[in-house]
């Protein structure tokens, strides 16, 4: 980050006083974790599970030369620049606001229920092709994350790609109003979140939050296909706005879909002379790119221009992707996050991968976390996605999946269906005994579920 005098964060966050021996001193990082504390770096103590005003000695210890600090005066540590602040996050994120101001970016926001750490990776990726970008790494995208990203900005970028998670209303307001971005975008409003949310609608409400920080002058993209964006998108934004689909009607749209195992091949109406090109598969990885493009586009970029950039982006792991297992197995990894209109997309693109010569195609589903009352219906929701046909072997995994188990039972032999819950050793070994030579495997679950581990122990470098 480029270097910011005491004097000047003192002012940004709004201090009550401060003591430090020397106003001028500068830090050029910030951080929450002590451990990652050094020398010139501003602390910044939260209370979560922890409290980090009690680990103020190590952060010292390892080179921060000032604290943002809430508790009384009178405990505040010696031989360190002390800021007293009424509340550290929002010191944070008072000071995130300031320095965005000093760097002056371009702010590209993106939320939605699925689909925006792969968006938000497309996006940085094709902006590469001309601009100087900084984005959202891991799952840095709440209201720690957010502005930590901020903060970690090298002084010379010149776009700002930033992703916006949320669990309730009030949360997306917040990151707007924090990045006040040029360009929003909502990817699509899926059932994740309905455990606090209720409705579609009220998840719809809680994403087109996203507006609330949106500059006067900037942009707004969202799918064509999602009436309740339009029915409940603000009449009075002053904002352009863009759509995006496989409809013609859309201001962006994508034609001539080809897919394969690790790549989808398609046009758009932007350049038709182009065929475009993303490492993953799925049509709706295909939505994701149309966003991508869109903001290009904003940016006056040519899809001649980004063609190279879409085809190499950087894919955050652990997102459809693709990796060798034992016993010669295909492991395709979805697993870090999941919905059931996220589930039913990869199934569908799934399904369409050829079989390998002698090889099967397999899934493992892990439980759907936050849909609430609705959680056993949308589960067996997802029996429509699978066939006998189409998959040769099905397990599940966890409590909510018991309901699609019941549904499956009407289609799928005994031996070809299995339902796992507790303990994941069974599991595994079961996978292990299993899969042979040339078969391809999904697994695709909520974070919260740590199918990751089943991942990982299934992987030929973990074993």
Known sequence: MKPIRIIDIVKAVHAIDYSSPNRFAEIDSVVFDSRKAKENTLFVPLKGETDGHDYIQSAIANGAIATLWSRSESEAPEGIAVILVDDTLKALQDLA??????????????????????????????????????????????????????????????????????????????????????VAAITLIGESHLEHLGTRRNIAKAKL??????????????????????????????????????????????????????????????????????????????????????????????????????????????????????????????????????????????????????GRRIVLLGDIRELGEQSTKLHESLSTSLSPENFDEVYLYGDEMLALYEVLKDSFSSENLHHYTGEKALLIQALKDDLKENDQILIKSSFGTDLLSVVKELRVSER
């Not at 699925?114 to 996006?123: R, V």
């Not at 970690?152 to 700002?160: L, W």
């Not at 790549?263 to 350049?271: A, L, R, S």
């Not at 919905?339 to 369409?352: C, D, E, G, I, R």
Request: no cysteine; aromatic share 8%.
């Open 97 to 182: 606001k300031a320095y965005l101001a000093m760097i002056q970016p371009k702010v590209v926001a993106i939320t939605g229920s699925n689909g925006k750490t792969t968006t938000k990776d497309m996006t940085a990726g094709v902006l590469a092709a001309r601009y100087r970008v900084h984005k959202t790494e891991g799952n840095y995208n709440n209201d720690i994350g957010l502005p930590s990203t901020i903060l970690d900005m090298p002084e010379d970028t010149e776009i700002i790609v930033l992703e916006m998670g949320m669990s309730d209303f009030g949360e997306i307001s917040l990151l707007s109003k924090i990045a006040a971005p040029d």
């Open 209 to 358: 939050e996203i507006l609330d920080g949106l500059k006067e002058d900037g942009l707004f993209i969202y799918p064509i296909n999602e009436p309740l964006i339009r029915e409940e998108m603000p009449l009075d934004g002053t904002y352009s706005k863009a759509t995006f689909g496989i409809d013609k009607t859309a201001t962006i749209f994508a034609y001539a879909i080809e897919s394969g195992k690790d790549y989808t091949n398609f046009k758009v109406n932007f350049d038709d002379t182009a065929t475009l090109t993303i490492p993953v598969l799925g049509d709706y990885n295909v939505q994701n790119a149309l966003i991508a493009l869109s903001i290009a586009s904003h940016f006056n970029l040519s899809m001649i221009e980004v063609k190279a950039y879409l085809e190499n982006f950087k894919l955050t792991e652990n997102r459809t992707q693709w990796l060798e297992g034992m016993n010669g197995v295909q492991i395709l990894n979805d697993a870090y996050n999941a919905s059931p209109t996220a589930m039913k997309a990869v199934l569908k693109a799934f399904q369409n991968v050829p079989r390998e010569e002698n």
